[in-house]
């Protein structure tokens, strides 16, 4: 079975800073691509960043020059490292990876459970 495990959410003003983790388990995993998403209330789910296992990546507009997304192959983890946060982005932020047991021929599509990030004064 394998599970995504995020932390690192919570309250923080506007022009601070936080990092999310999101940690793959289960046994004999291969990752691809690993990302963060997020939705505010009322709104769609949006790609806010990704990253290959090789290590290129992709951001959307609204994060670009805020937001490094990073990741520890060895450790199976991916991080996000926000900062400038502005009130627009609270949201709550969902880990995202492909994966492939070992028993399986194919890439799986998995979801953490979510993290909220408010960003308020």
């Known amino acids: 079975q394998v599970q995504l495990v995020e932390s690192g959410g919570g309250l923080v003003q506007p022009g601070g800073s936080l990092r999310l983790s999101c940690a793959a388990s289960g046994s004999g995993l291969s990752i691809n691509t690993m990302g963060w998403y997020r939705q505010a209330p009322g709104k769609e789910r949006v790609l806010v960043a990704s990253i290959t296992r090789g290590g290129s990546t992709n951001y959307g507009d609204s994060v670009k020059g805020r937001f490094t997304i990073s990741r520890d192959n060895a450790k199976n983890t991916v991080y996000l490292q926000m900062n400038s946060l502005k009130p627009e982005d609270t949201a709550v932020y969902y880990c995202?990876?492909?994966?492939?047991?070992?028993?399986?021929?194919?890439?799986?599509?998995?979801w953490g459970q979510g993290t909220q990030v408010t960003v308020s004064p």
């Open positions: 995202n990876a492909a994966v492939r047991r070992w028993s399986d021929s194919y890439y799986s599509n998995y």
